[in-house]
């Protein structure tokens, strides 16, 4: 009777001290006319657990590091624009992230430059991290984390374009050895020389997102960038590849879309799923789909993908393809759009095959597509999976 009772006392305790902790957050407001002029000095003043809200509008050379720890930061009436403007905090980022569980919303930024070259929008150094429906272009890295193996980091609804300096050791994003990440319905493209996507984490959730680069002329948000890989993997890792639509333009650093454990497959999981792509290889000379390194020491598993374009599927002889599609020039919708539903056959629609569950129990089959810019709607199965990244009776992306 006496644990039960110290074991309640400690339950009320404990929720007493969560709801102090709730009444007592505030929100911090940040604007003209707000209490702070500008978001740094309420990010300086805030304690944990509290919300800084940004107004819209423009905020130049405004860095600093972010110490509180549960803290949300996020733009209101409007996205806010936070231009590094030849500025830097601790010579590392427009924003160091050093509290734990910090989450970032509705922000730009841009400008990230640094003596070593080495600058990003956000550098990650405390366990834990949201950014959510945000714009990270033109930095020397539009994220890069350092390795925690306590870190869950979680990446929704975001682009990235035209990050990275140009030496190809700079990146749309850098994800160290954290414990997770979570990326999804993204648009990352056009990383300058850098790849489009690096995670050295133990497990990568990789889903429903566009990694691709615009065309010469294009209209878009950046200018055209030449990446090396769209996706690198390189320490391996447990790693969900399902529902992408991932790009090689025909000027690149290196014809490779995916590569997993070629650095060297030191994280413990070796199991990468690749299901319900759609690969797109635009390089008319060279192309490897899936790059697998030697020391990865299970079968990749290539599942319901499309593979447009030249080049080798995969590199590891090893790997099990079941259901894909491979042709130079597939049937789409629009592909001068990005309409990459599949036009009628047999060969593609109703095509694809139920991947099932991985080792770990997580299940295969995709319930999403990737709507531009960097959303999602539901994938509409209605018997068989179709093949690739999009159902032929869904709505237009």
């Given at each position: 009777?006496m ?24 929100i ?24 800084v ?37 601790m ?5 160091v ?23 990003a ?5 405390g ?159 060279r ?111």
């Amino acid at each position: 009777m006496m644990k039960k009772k110290l074991a309640r006392a400690a339950c009320v305790s404990a929720l007493a001290a969560w709801g102090m902790q709730a009444a007592s957050a505030a929100i911090l407001s940040v604007g003209p006319g707000k209490t702070y002029a500008r978001p740094c000095q309420a990010i300086a003043a805030a304690k944990n657990g509290d919300t800084v809200e940004i107004d819209g509008g423009l905020y130049s050379g405004d860095v600093c590091g972010v110490y509180a720890s549960n803290l949300t930061i996020r733009g209101v009436n409007g996205r806010p624009r936070i231009d590094a403007a030849g500025r830097n905090a601790m010579g590392k980022a427009i924003w160091v992230i050093v509290g734990n569980n910090v989450l970032i919303a509705n922000v730009e930024m841009y400008g990230a430059k640094v003596p070593d070259r080495n600058g990003a929008a956000l550098r990650l150094e405390g366990a834990g991290f949201t950014l959510l429906n945000s714009f990270l272009h033109d930095n020397e890295n539009g994220i890069l984390s350092g390795a925690n193996a306590a870190s869950d980091i979680v990446i929704e609804g975001t682009e990235f374009g035209r990050n990275g300096y140009g030496t190809g050791q700079t990146h749309n994003l850098y994800i160290g050895t954290v414990r997770s990440l979570m990326f999804r319905r993204n648009f990352s493209h056009d990383a300058h020389v850098g790849h489009n996507l690096k995670s050295r984490a133990q497990t990568n959730y990789i889903l429903y997102n566009r990694f691709s680069s615009l065309r010469p002329g294009e209209t878009g948000s950046t200018a055209a960038g030449q990446p090396s890989y769209e996706i690198d993997l390189p320490n391996a890792g447990t790693s969900y590849v399902i529902g992408n639509v991932i790009q090689q333009p025909a000027a690149n650093q290196n014809g490779a879309m995916l590569a997993y454990g070629e650095e060297g497959a030191s994280n413990a999981g070796h199991d990468l799923y690749v299901v319900n792509n759609t690969f797109l290889n635009d390089d008319p000379a060279r192309g490897v789909f899936v790059m697998v390194g030697s020391g990865v020491t299970k079968p990749v598993l290539l599942q319901n993908n499309i593979f447009s374009g030249i080049g080798t599927l995969s590199t590891q002889a090893s790997t099990v393809a079941r259901t894909n599609y491979r042709s130079v020039a597939p049937g789409f919708v629009n592909r001068a759009t990005y309409d990459l539903r599949p036009t009628p056959s047999p060969l593609v629609v109703n095509a694809g095959t139920d991947p099932g569950v991985s080792a770990t129990g997580f299940v295969l089959k995709p319930v999403a597509q990737y709507k531009h810019v960097a959303f999602w709607i539901g994938r509409p199965v209605n018997s068989e999976l179709d093949i690739g990244a999009y159902e032929a009776n869904s709505l237009a992306p």
